[in-house]
């Protein structure tokens, strides 16, 4: 089974997909079954967009984690817009999975457990490199997500269940609109949030205020929850079943929905 005979403090790592610095597609390190499934969903669900000639124009970028193999094992990871040395337009993925023991009983707060590494990632697939051979040194150089994530947790329930909501954010969700996300959430396994809000300075506060929320109302755990967009419009996106091909395309065309 993935991770037995491992330290749960090690991270792998990887990246696939297009970069300017390469010529064409590239893989680094996709050592797990894990991380080689969620290149091939993104394959297949670009394959899918592509003939349907939705992969002009628009750029997205979706910060996301996912449910593993094995308990308290998930993967990390942004995928983004991208293209090669050629202009060629494909995503880029840049991803790692291990463990986070008990995640699945605070999965609202992971994201405050990937809050430095997504950064990081986001970084790594703007910046400019002289070769592939520097971006591969800069994926392997990824710090692992926070192992004190329970601790600021702790820290964050101290002061208060409301007390760390952001005001503009109380005001601007009521109950009414809670309830139904967490029935769609439950009834259809899937649930898509606009963060967007003239009162809201960042929908990623959003998007993680809206998952205690619905944990709150809804005694699920996720499969995968997605955070971005495009930069004028930003989402979140939960998932309580396995992906497919069809979920690609529609977090990579909803800004047209």
């Known amino acids: 089974m993935l991770g037995i005979g491992k330290p749960k403090n090690i991270w792998n790592w990887a990246a696939c997909g297009k970069h300017p610095v390469a010529k064409d597609y590239f893989r680094i390190n996709l050592a797990t079954s894990l991380l080689s499934a969620f290149e091939s969903w993104f394959e297949k669900g670009y394959q899918i967009l592509d003939k349907q000639q ?32 050629m202009d060629r337009r494909y995503p880029l993925l840049v991803m790692g999975d291990g463990f986070l023991d008990g995640w699945e009983k605070d999965w609202d707060f992971l994201h405050r457990a990937f809050e430095k590494t997504w950064n990081q990632i986001e970084y790594i697939s703007s ?10 040194t800069d994926v392997h150089a990824i710090k692992n997500p926070t192992h004190k994530w329970m601790e600021l947790k702790t820290r964050n329930e101290n002061l208060g269940k409301n007390h760390s909501l952001p005001h503009a954010i109380k005001i601007s969700i009521n109950h009414e609109e809670i309830m139904e996300k967490a029935s769609h959430l439950s009834q259809k396994m899937e649930v898509l949030i606009p963060l967007d809000h003239q009162t809201w300075s960042d929908p990623f506060d959003a998007a993680g205020q809206w998952c205690s929320l619905l944990k709150d109302h809804w005694s699920g755990v996720p499969n995968a929850i997605f955070m971005g967009g495009v930069p004028e419009k930003h989402f979140l996106a939960i998932f309580n079943r396995s992906l497919n ?13």
């Open 54 to 85: 939705k992969t002009a124009g628009t750029v997205y970028s979706w910060r996301f984690w996912g449910k593993g193999i094995a308990k308290g094992n998930l993967i990390c990871g942004v995928g983004k817009d991208s293209g090669d040395s």
């Open 245 to 257: 091909a069809n979920d690609f395309v529609r977090l990579w065309s909803v800004s047209s929905q």
């Open 127 to 136: 910046r400019r490199f002289d070769d592939l051979k520097g971006l591969e």
